[in-house]
């Protein structure tokens, strides 16, 4: 064992080694200090007892890892040929859900969790709303859906056993980007969007988001209410087929939709939902420090909104903004960086870079790189698909492995191209480990991809699916 | 013969002029990126905005010179010169397609060299008398009508503009020989992923003959697609009359902003192909190789860029367990079809799809719905759906992947059709017969017999339409009895 000279002590590094997942109790100074060796010494050691410990459990990764002839994690680089790609979570036939086969569906995702779901009763199911009630009325799971851009939704078979470990990598990521330990400061928090729901946001929010704020009524969310999994494979399916001009199954899709009473109540609620959200803002909160967390798109969709109601720097200059997801393919006022700012009142806004799988996220720094926690491990990839070394700058297809997972194995190629600074080029903030740049960018958008309705756009699919259904705009 | 069409050694950026009347312009100003990162500099098609359509149309009166016999003369003459050896012109545009073109240099190759066989007469008089009736191309034609009238008919060239797709060359080839068939004023607007064949062609033509009047009535250009300040001024009906267009959904969708009474718009919308095979293919194991050979063509021609090509095949495999491993089988034989078919038919793509081949992946770990043959590398893939249904990416399959998806009845593949759909090729030949009558009310445009969608002919209609009749202006003479 290399000795760290970090400001660990003998008997936490060997903690380290024993259980990889004790590296979300550490604080962001330990973690950011730690030598490569040492914290790879850390990585190889979890990754061999994680993928000993899925192996058998996770029928997808059994017949990866034999296909691949991987039957030990002997380096770090073993893990490289079973990384699930990004596709994984959503190689269902959509067919299961328009014919509402449902047990197939949970056939499909028996075999990508440590959770048996064989004795699952799922064939009554009708939406996938019901489907993913139904699991997890008889599991432990908690699955968490993509925003399905393009109204096939990727479905993360997440459970409680790994809730506490986000819970802390969470916050060690809020704090990075705050100042504020979460654990030890509680801060009212604003989340521009849905109540509840089962997409990442939704899911976090809704559970850690009364937690940073000490209580539930210091958490407000602006739309009351279930962001349906339904709809939003719907609104996807919608954009996809406009965009494709398939005219014939946008009236199947229109069909399909049911509950429209509801879709009506929402949109005719939706702007007085925002000006509650708005009001309490000012009457009860100007001036406050606050947390106000929620997704880029999201944030400037609120903002522009509040900006028309003629609120500006509603909070203390000190709240924290954090965001992520990136502007995708959203269209927005060219100053919009200083029209969130101004609006909310805050210097300047903080993001980190993650996904779906990830458990928590990479946070910025003063620099604006992206740091990598040590529970990740990283990996960049050639275009061939090799695996690129561990030194100086790399540019390539990301992937990670992430040590915190307990229902899915936590290995992930994703579909973006990074480029990653080894810890031979340590960034200037001070940080030690690898640290990504900003600009990180789609694979398939970069290779003219036809796939180009993006996350961040999703609320505006949503929207524009709402209004369409109910006829109010001209198609 | 002295080449124009420089490529820039350090910089490897291609020139590509402006041939405007007969006229070379090489004043490069712009700089545009293709697509598979070739970029070609090209002069300014704003600061020739004026001169490019015809509009005085009186000018096309020259054309009216040449009989149909000496147009095909003339165009017979055009593809002698079109030898991809000994022709600079096309060398530079095959070069530049090796690069900005979806298909490998062995298949471009093969395109480039077969190029001279269009312009043979008997091609060109078959297209224009089968189409269209050379006689009335000629003169006026007379019909008698039941109230006693005599009405001539007789048809005209139309000022048009093509705009033409880059993803087989022989687009360029074929849309030159329609237009000067039919006598029309042409302007081709070159695609970014094929930017030179049309231009080598018509430089070609200049060379041979400068101030013949076809020549005077071809112009050749690229502008980006998009740019309003230049298309607003161009596209009027003083200028044109017909837009001929291929392309994708959005690109047609934009063009339509400029229709108004006076503009005609003939489409060639994006199509994908699909194949339905009949259980007869199972009846012995030399008929399924011979189906598999033939599968493999339709999918495989063209490297599965054109839309003519298979992408999904429906088999009356039966949904049972037998009929999915029958299926299975014949996926096995088919991908063996797939990769050893002659590198001049079909190659491994370039580049593979990196969207494509996250699809493939990320199914290839539950063989519950689906087996993968192939695919590991980029030399193509088969599919075989465990049920019947296709796969969720269908739109997205190219570079030699198809999706084998078995069917109790050949009602399921029916159903599967619509107006997206262009080729269908069906075997055996007796079924073909049996569904051709109601294949075309659920959108399918073309029926083959599989193993033959690669095999398209410039005399048939395409797309379910008429574009050489299209592409003219039928003019009526009415002689009263009174």
């Given at each position: 064992m290399v000795l760290s000279t970090s400001k660990l002590s003998g008997e936490r590094q060997s903690e380290m080694f024993q259980?990889?997942?004790?590296?979300?109790?550490?604080?962001n100074d330990e973690l950011f200090s730690l030598e490569t060796d040492f914290v790879q010494q850390i990585q190889l050691a979890g990754a061999q007892k994680r993928f000993d410990w899925f192996y058998p459990r996770i029928k997808a990764l059994k017949k990866l890892a034999d296909e691949q002839n991987i039957?030990?994690?002997?380096?770090?680089?073993?893990?490289a040929p079973i990384l699930f790609l990004h596709t994984v979570y959503k190689s269902y036939p959509l067919a299961f859900i328009e014919k509402k086969k449902f047990d197939k569906l949970t056939v499909w995702l028996d075999k990508l969790?440590?959770?048996?779901?064989?004795?699952?009763?799922?064939?009554?199911?009708?939406s996938i709303d019901s489907w993913l009630e139904a699991i997890e009325k008889q599991s432990d799971l908690q699955i968490v859906h993509s925003t399905?851009?393009?109204?096939k939704l990727s479905f993360l078979p997440r459970s409680e056993s790994e809730m506490e470990n986000f819970k802390n990598a969470f916050y060690l990521f809020i704090e990075v980007l705050t100042g504020v330990n979460p654990h030890k400061t509680k801060m009212p928090v604003f989340f521009?969007?849905?109540?509840?729901?089962?997409q990442l946001a939704q899911r976090i929010l809704s559970r850690f988001g009364p937690m940073l704020a000490g209580s539930k009524e210091e958490y407000h969310t602006a739309i009351p209410g279930y962001l349906s999994a339904d709809f939003m494979s719907l609104a996807g399916r919608l954009q996809a087929a406009k965009a494709k001009g398939e005219l014939g199954k946008l009236q199947m899709l229109k069909a399909l939709s049911y509950n429209r009473g509801e879709l009506i109540r929402l949109k005719r609620n939706r702007p007085k939902y925002m000006a509650a959200f708005f009001d309490n803002m000012v009457k009860n909160y100007r001036g406050r420090q606050v947390f106000m967390l929620g997704t880029l798109t999201s944030m400037i969709d609120a903002a522009l909104e509040g900006e028309k109601q003629?609120?500006?720097?509603?909070?203390?200059?000190?709240s924290a903004l954090v965001t992520g997801g990136?502007?995708?393919g959203q269209v927005v006022p060219e100053d919009w960086y200083e029209r969130i700012c101004t609006f909310y009142g805050v210097k300047n806004i903080r993001d980190g870079y993650g996904m779906t799988e990830s458990t928590g996220y990479m946070p910025s720094c003063d620099q604006n790189h992206y740091h990598i926690y040590p529970h990740f491990i990283p990996f960049v990839f050639d275009i061939g698909g090799q695996v690129l070394p561990r030194t100086g700058v790399q540019t390539g297809r990301f992937g990670f492995y992430d040590l915190?997972?307990?229902?899915?194995?936590?290995g992930f190629l994703t579909g973006d191209e990074v480029t990653i600074h080894w810890?031979?080029?340590?960034?200037s903030c001070g940080r030690t480990g690898p640290w990504l740049e900003k600009k990180i960018q789609r694979i398939s958008e970069k290779n003219n991809?036809?796939?180009?309705?993006s996350c961040a756009g999703s609320q505006e699919a949503y929207d524009s699916f709402i209004d369409y259904l109910l006829d109010t705009k001209e198609e | 013969m002295q080449s124009t069409l420089v490529k820039t050694m350090d910089t490897e950026v291609f020139e590509i002029p402006i041939l405007l009347r007969g006229k070379l312009i090489k004043d490069y100003s712009e700089t545009f990126g293709g697509r598979n990162g070739a970029k070609f500099l090209t002069p300014s098609a704003k600061k020739y905005a004026n001169q490019?359509?015809?509009?005085?149309?009186?000018?096309?009166?020259?054309?009216?010179?040449?009989?149909i016999e000496e147009i095909i003369t003339f165009l017979h003459d055009l593809g002698q010169r079109l030898i991809l050896k000994e022709n600079e012109y096309l060398q530079a545009a095959y070069e530049l397609a090796c690069q900005?073109?979806?298909?490998?240099p062995e298949v471009l190759h093969t395109t480039y060299q077969t190029l001279p066989m269009l312009f043979h007469p008997s091609n060109i008089r078959e297209m224009l008398d089968k189409r269209i009736g050379i006689e009335y191309l000629e003169s006026w034609v007379p019909t008698k009508m039941e109230d006693g009238r005599t009405i001539a008919i007789r048809a005209f060239g139309s000022r048009t503009v093509h705009i033409i797709a880059?993803?087989?060359?022989?687009v360029s080839a074929a849309s030159l020989i329609r237009s000067c068939g039919t006598r029309c004023d042409a302007i081709f607007k070159l695609p970014s992923n094929d930017p030179l064949t049309a231009t080598a062609l018509i430089q070609t033509m200049m060379e041979m003959e400068p101030q013949h009047p076809i020549t005077k009535h071809c112009s050749v250009l690229y502008w980006r697609g998009g740019d309003t300040h230049f298309e607003e001024k161009f596209y009027r009906p003083e200028n044109i009359e017909k837009i001929i267009a291929w392309g994708g959904f959005n690109s047609i969708k934009y063009i339509s902003?400029?229709?108004?009474?006076?503009i005609d718009l003939i489409t060639f919308d994006p199509k994908i192909s699909t194949s339905i095979i009949g259980?007869?293919?199972?009846?012995d194991d030399q008929t399924l190789y011979t189906v598999a050979q033939r599968a493999a063509i339709d999918v495989g021609a063209f490297n599965q860029e054109?839309?003519?090509?298979?992408?999904?095949m429906y088999v009356q495999?039966?949904?049972t367990e037998d009929g999915i491993e029958r299926l299975n089988t014949f996926g096995k034989i088919l991908y063996s079809a797939l990769v050893n078919l002659p590198s001049h038919v079909s190659t491994p793509?370039?580049?593979?799809?990196e969207t494509l081949k996250d699809d493939i992946e990320g199914i290839r770990l539950d063989d519950d719905f689906y087996h993968i043959y192939?695919?590991?590398?980029?030399e193509g893939a088969v599919i075989v759906s465990q049920f019947d249904e296709p796969v969720?990416?269908?739109?997205?399959?190219?570079?030699r992947v198809v999706n084998l998806v078995p069917v109790d009845t050949i009602d399921t593949a029916l159903q599967s059709?619509?107006?997206?759909?262009q080729t269908v090729g069906i075997f055996p030949e007796s079924l073909k017969l049996q569904i051709r009558d109601i294949l075309p009310l659920y959108g399918v445009q073309r029926v083959v017999s599989?193993?033959?969608?690669?095999?398209?002919?410039?005399?048939t209609p395409q797309d379910a339409i008429e574009p050489l009749r299209r592409m003219c202006k039928w003019i009526t003479d009415e002689k009263s009895v009174l």
């Open positions: 259980n990889p997942q004790s590296l979300v109790h550490a604080t039957t030990e994690i002997k380096t770090l680089n073993d893990l969790t440590t959770h048996d779901l064989s004795a699952m009763k799922t064939d009554n199911c009708n399905g851009t393009t109204g521009p969007s849905f109540a509840d729901g089962r003629g609120l500006s720097n509603v909070f203390a200059s000190n990136g502007l995708k915190l997972t307990e229902s899915y194995w936590g810890d031979d080029d340590q960034c991809g036809d796939d180009k309705i | 490019i359509s015809l509009s005085d149309p009186s000018k096309m009166k020259d054309l009216y010179d040449l009989s900005a073109s979806g298909l490998t880059g993803n087989v060359p022989t902003r400029y229709l108004q009474p006076g259980r007869d293919a199972f009846q054109a839309c003519l090509n298979s992408r999904i495999s039966g949904t793509p370039k580049i593979f799809n192939g695919g590991k590398s980029n969720d990416f269908s739109h997205r399959l190219c570079s059709v619509n107006s997206y759909t599989l193993g033959f969608a690669a095999n398209a002919s410039m005399a």
